[in-house]
């Protein structure tokens, strides 16, 4: 029996009154994917994510086989999940609002190297892509669209404040607060999160944080020219533009310009 590492005793207890015992109990399940797998040639990986309920309680189950990275800390290579693990832990230790881990293990079997981790459910947020898609046939209160923005841009200062990276920092990976949608402040709780963060690392360099905000503005095509500068004024913390944010527009610009060349050459050599 492979042992599971839980967040603590109350998720332990009641995974296994649900028969929830261990690593197999767990992975032997045949739920529908919430994100079908994504493959990779290496050792024929695999990574995908189910959404379960148990006794009214939403969980998401990130399954893995053969998934792995390699990394200075990790030469001889792990898994993306125990990565991603350890990234939620980094986040929560520095305030960062992210994702709550239920529990996670590994183990091999013969040559596959499998790997769990459930974390809570989200429930009570939707992504920032959603609300994309919710605007494009539903208007919201100036001050609420205003708001939003806000607390986006304060959740990604307040990683690259602390020289955090998302790395792959796509509208669908920032969750907000239901009540945005329905034209209200939410109360007593984080207004935003991030999830994903199996890419997420410590930058050694600040300036790297231009690629995050470079990919959001890139994908967050929803918003004005307005709400664009209003985001980019509050993440850095300005009340009108000056010489650091006209340079921040600057590096932006220049990023999506060489990123569309990029697509663009790759779609002619097809």
Known sequence: MTALHYSDSKWQTFLEQNDLLDFE?????????FEEPNHRSFKNGWSGVAR????????????QSNYITFSPKY?????????????????????I???????????????????IILTEGLEEYKSLYEMMVFLKTNDLPFQIKR????????LIHKAHVQNILHNNLYPKHIFIANEYFQGRLPKDKPGSRFIDLEGAK?????????????????RSNFWSRTQRLFFLLKYLGKSRVDTEVRQFIK????????????????????
């Open 25 to 33: 109990s767990i992975w032997s399940r045949e739920d529908e994917w």
């Open 97 to 115: 609002p992210s994702l709550k881990v239920v529990g996670s293990g590994c183990r091999k079997v013969k040559n596959e190297l499998q790997a």
């Open 251 to 270: 590096t932006l610009t220049k990023r999506r310009k060489k990123k569309i060349a990029k697509v663009l050459k790759k779609l002619l050599l097809q």
């Open 147 to 154: 708001s939003f923005i806000e607390d986006v841009a304060n």
């Open 202 to 218: 410590k930058a050694l360099i600040l300036d790297r944080r231009a690629r995050d905000l470079a990919t959001l503005n890139r």
């Open 52 to 63: 379960i309920e148990i006794d009214r309680r939403v969980l998401y189950l990130k399954k």
């Open 75 to 95: 030469p001889l290579g792990t898994t993306l999940a125990r990565r991603e693990f350890e990234n939620i832990q980094m986040f929560n230790e520095n305030g």
